[in-house]
């Protein structure tokens, strides 16, 4: 009987850490006191090594599969004699709620645009396509934000057929944690960028369940590259309960936030409503429909305590 182990290890290449850090020396991008800066400004608890170390190498792996792609791209348009639109590279970043997929999606796009070959970098959430606030109430959905069910699939993928086919100004829809809502006729722009990162909890899902059409294609049919940001479970929720207390001192201390009414909470009850939200939602959303579509990523990033890396795995 091949295990479960055996399998893994035939799909991917491991690296620890202290293996990977050790691929910065093959880097030839070095980044200046305003690229850290800048870098700050994504995230001041990010660690700086841990860009250098972790994120750097990965922006020039990425830098080289991407570069690859577009030799091949040349290859194809001189045999066929013709110059097609140019159409974005396309990175997908999974992931449970908390993990830091928006975080790493910042660093990687911050990095991405340092490289002279793919200078625009785009990047877009699929919180954005999650249904309007008044449609998921409709569709007694509210308790199941995140679920599969609770996005727009049919536009999602409207979307990024666009953007496949190299159309010119395509619009996504914008979502605010503010308000918990889509922001009504508001829209990110996204104009033929050489790359676009795609970053949500459901980019690997395939929708083989009975709230899918099983006809409309799958997101990662039109994905080049596609990143699962991983860490253990009560890693995951801690997380979760400490950004819920910052939020709380934060963004639910304005008075149009959807949460305003937690700003008045003590640490404790925050605490207790924060776990309760992770156990009813995020965690069973995790267990059923996004942990399952980790090994179809090309790259596995494993984050242990303090969000340091542990582990890379890359498919072979
Ligand atoms: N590399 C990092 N170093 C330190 N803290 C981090 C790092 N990445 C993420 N965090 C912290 O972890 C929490 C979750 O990060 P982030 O908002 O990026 O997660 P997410 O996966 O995009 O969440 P969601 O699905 O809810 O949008 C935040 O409090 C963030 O500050
Ligand atoms: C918007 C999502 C679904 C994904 O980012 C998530 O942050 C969310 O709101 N989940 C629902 C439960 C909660 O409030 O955390």
Known sequence: MTSANQIHNALYLAFQRVQWAELRNSVPLTLNETDLANLRGINEKISLTEVTDIYLPLSRLLNLIVGAKQQRGLTLNQFLGHTPP???????????????KSTTARILQALLRQWPEHPQVDLITTDGFLYPL??????????????????????????????????????????????????PHQYQVI?????????GLNVL???????????????????????????????LKQWYVERFLQFRKGAFANPKSYFHHYSHLSDEESVQIASNIWDSINGPNLQLNIEPTRDRAHLILQKGPDHLMDQVLLRK
Do not use: C, W
């Open 205 to 235: 899902q395939t929708g083989q369940d009975s709230t899918f059409d099983t006809k409309r294609p799958f997101l990662s049919d039109f994905v080049d590259f596609s990143v699962y940001v991983d860490s253990s479970k009560s890693l």
């Open 86 to 100: 140019k159409r974005p590279y396309i990175i997908s970043i999974a992931g449970s709620v908390a993990v830091g």
């Open 191 to 199: 104009n033929q960028p050489d790359i676009l990162i795609l970053e």
């Open 134 to 183: 008044s449609e998921l109430k409709r569709r007694g959905l509210l308790q199941r934000k995140g679920f599969p069910e609770s996005y727009d699939m049919k536009l999602l993928i409207e979307f990024i057929t666009q953007i496949k086919s190299g159309d010119a100004s395509v619009n996504a829809p914008l979502y605010s944690h503010i308000t918990y809502d889509r922001i």
